[in-house]
């Protein structure tokens, strides 16, 4: 079986019919996650028939107990294990600094640079009426409650800053995050422009992001 698995690994060729009901569904199964096309699928369910059913099942289990295990920080959104994430809990981290990400990949960019010690929002997402995200599909009024919900502790503010990608999306939910805010008493600022118009903020380098988090401005409209 190994042989005949390897080979039909290596050929080059669009699968058209799968000589199995089960190897069909795995191909669908595997061909539903973002950036896997059927051939991609047919290799990784190629692959997984070459192991024994214990790594199998391993990985099986894996992805039920992430599935089952993962939730969203009741404070931030941010994912985890507990009602609260790592960071959330972390009280040597700066609870008047909030930067406010899209979504996980945006945030694990900014603490990878290990610069940054305020907490997080992760919105799950930005406003795209093209994708039918609206408002009210983002974690926006939790933000506000924390922005409203801050003990007073002196003179300093409370500040929120927009880490947003710089797309007409990004725009457009800073947008609407200001004017949700402007009741509040905070401070508003955003991640200066070192990170280029259209970019997304994972694929921006460490540096860029180092000195775009410094180098924050007041946010205008």
Do not use: W
């Amino acid at each position: 079986m190994d042989s005949c698995v390897k080979d039909a690994a290596s050929r080059n060729f669009v699968v058209m019919e799968l000589p199995s009901r089960l190897m069909e569904t795995a191909v669908d199964h595997m061909a539903s996650l973002p950036g896997i096309g059927r051939k991609t699928a047919l290799r990784l369910v190629l692959n997984m028939l070459r192991r024994s059913e214990e790594q199998v099942e391993a990985f099986s289990e894996s992805l039920v107990a992430l599935r089952q295990g993962i939730r969203g920080c009741q404070v931030c959104h941010n994912l985890t294990e507990q009602d609260q994430c790592s960071i959330c809990e972390d009280r040597a981290r700066d609870d008047r600094l909030i930067c406010v990400v899209e979504d996980l990949r945006d945030l694990l960019a900014i603490e990878g640079t290990g610069q940054f010690r305020g907490l997080y929002h992760v919105l799950g997402g930005v406003i795209s009426p093209m994708d039918g995200t609206g408002p009210n599909d983002l974690n926006i009024e939790s933000l506000v409650e924390r922005a409203t919900s801050v003990p007073d502790q002196g003179a300093k503010q409370l500040e929120i800053i927009f880490a947003l990608p710089t797309t007409m999306e990004g725009e457009t939910t800073a947008f609407y995050l200001f004017r949700k805010l402007a009741s509040c008493d905070v401070q508003v600022t955003a991640i200066a422009r070192g990170v280029a118009v259209g970019d997304d903020l994972q694929h921006a380098d460490e540096a860029t992001l180092v000195q775009s988090i410094r180098q924050r401005l007041p946010y205008t409209q």
